[in-house]
């Protein structure tokens, strides 16, 4: 219905036309084609100044109205210490080509105006000005100048890379379709390499495991940076061309597949700051949600952004992320919870080339982890409660040797016992069921004796420990699944005597 009516709005549009061109023409036969040329001319140009006029005084206005929604003018100040910098620069450029845009309109229609076509008149006819010519070589050339070396000044400031001895983080961006691979470097602040030729459904921008620069590094959510500390953010884009744009930081560079580009910034406010800066401004202080009058004001729920500023695809409006500044300790505190990628993701699993190694940052948390565990067990008040998997310790496949990653959980377990002398514990052996039952009951004692004989070899009375094989008997979950069985396959500890 509605393609009807715009098809029969131009059919009438297009007949009115017709039928005023022909009225036109049957005027000018009239009153003559000259006078009708004439009057012709002489309306056009009047609407030509009446034009002029208001599209200048349209331009001025909504400039006004609008500027505290525009970058550089009202609150929106630059929020990085280089934006400042930029933001001359454009407002240097805007006024030169301003004054031009403004004499150049004025000009035309007033041209348009004063050499109308009348009758009688005559152009003047002149082949050649030496004085026009050097105006119009000369300015442009000294605004050109002007307005090309302090663009070059400016991006020898804002572009010039960091050295080793500054003091700085970097951060990694890598653009997809539709969003961002944040990457952050762990305790070292080192980021690790990276290869495409690895990126799996485990590893999504191609981490090199063997790295072990890459092993603390994290991949939050959002982009949280300290305030007053140099950022340099390395951006690269996995699949076509996007673009990482900073607009409240003045950083805006583009992310190429398979060449790197950087840019170098130092946020100066913090998120908070930021939003009392708006707080006074009137169109600030009206609902973020129009449609709930009792909703959170603008300034209350402003956040910086991370955009995609290419058009890089249907769904380019979610490559946002949120971007916070923060205060130095809040961005620590922050930074010291956030998880390693590999060791919440990849860690003991298919592509974890470290299976047989053990790292510093694990055997404190594992033994945290194992206080925690008999603490529990120690003060529970049932014998069933008063178990403990020992979750670290592992066994050669079909084998009862230990492995060699187990001697940390054991030596925890030594340690416990020396330090509580009137500890007994029974050592039980779980499997799965993979293989005959008798087998695997037999294979599992063999593991809880490997176990005792371990605890014995580290000065443990052997009259403290009991060993029990239960085979695939006890399961904590499916034997149908390699997680399952995975689950199965354990070793526990239960409290006889305290």
């Not at 005559?122 to 119009?136: G, M, P």
């Not at 302090?150 to 890379?161: C, E, H, I, P």
């Not at 499916?478 to 689950?487: R, S």
Request: glycine share 8%; proline share 4%.
């Amino acid at each position: 219905m509605t393609f009807l009516i715009v098809a029969l709005s131009l059919i009438l549009i297009t007949i009115i036309a017709i039928q005023i061109g022909k009225v036109s023409e049957l005027a000018a036969k009239i009153r003559g084609e000259e006078e009708m040329q004439e009057a012709t001319n002489r309306r056009q140009s009047a609407y030509m100044i009446v034009f002029v006029v208001v599209f200048l005084l349209g331009c001025i206005i909504s400039g006004v109205f609008y500027k505290n929604y525009m970058l550089g003018f009202g609150p929106l100040e630059p929020a990085s210490a280089h934006g400042g910098t930029l933001d001359n620069l454009f407002k240097v450029t805007l006024f030169f080509t301003g004054i031009v845009f403004v004499v150049t309109q004025i000009l035309l229609f007033y041209f348009a105006y004063k050499y109308r076509g009348r009758k009688g008149s005559k152009a003047t006819y002149f082949a050649h000005d030496n004085r026009l010519e050097l105006i119009w070589t000369i300015v442009p050339a000294l605004v050109m100048t002007i307005l090309v070396v302090s663009g070059l000044d400016a991006w020898n400031s804002v572009m010039a890379d960091l050295t080793d001895e500054e003091d700085y983080i970097e951060i990694e961006a890598t653009g997809f379709q539709f969003g961002w691979n944040l990457r952050y470097p762990g305790p070292d602040g080192q980021l690790g390499e990276k290869n495409f030729r690895l990126i799996s459904g485990s590893n999504p921008i191609g981490q090199n495991w063997q790295d072990l620069k890459n092993l603390d590094d994290f991949h939050p959510g959002e982009i949280v940076l300290p305030k007053g500390k140099k950022v340099r953010v390395r951006i690269t884009a996995q699949d076509v061309l996007h673009n990482f744009y900073l607009p409240h930081f003045r950083v805006k560079m583009d992310a190429v597949p398979g060449m790197p580009t950087y840019f170098v910034f130092t946020p100066d406010k913090t998120t908070e700051e930021y939003r009392q800066i708006l707080r006074d401004y009137p169109e600030y202080n009206v609902p973020a949600d129009p449609k709930d009058p009792e909703s959170k004001l603008l300034w209350e729920v402003f956040d910086f952004e991370l955009a995609c500023a290419e058009l890089c695809g249907r769904g380019h409006y979610s490559m946002r992320r949120v971007v916070r500044i923060v205060e130095p300790s809040e961005f620590e505190a922050w930074q010291k919870e956030q998880p390693s990628y590999y060791f919440s993701n990849v860690r003991g699993k298919a592509d974890d080339p470290w299976k047989d190694r053990v790292f510093d940052a694990e055997i404190g948390s594992r033994k945290a982890e194992f206080t925690a565990n008999l603490d529990k067990a120690l003060a529970a008040a049932t014998p069933e409660e008063k178990v403990l998997p020992l979750n670290y310790i592992t066994f050669e496949t079909g084998s009862a040797k230990l492995a060699s990653i187990s001697s940390y959980e054991l030596d925890n377990l030594v340690e416990a016992l020396k330090a509580k002398g009137a500890l007994q514990v029974e050592i039980g052996g779980h499997t799965d069921n993979t293989g005959d039952a008798a087998s695997n009951l037999q294979l599992s004692q063999q593991r809880a004796q490997s176990v005792a004989d371990y605890l014995v070899s580290k000065g443990i009375a052997a009259a403290r420990l009991r060993t029990k094989g239960y085979g695939d008997t006890q399961p904590l979950d499916t034997n149908d699944t390699e997680e399952g069985k995975a689950k199965n396959r354990r070793t526990e500890l239960r409290i006889i005597g305290q």
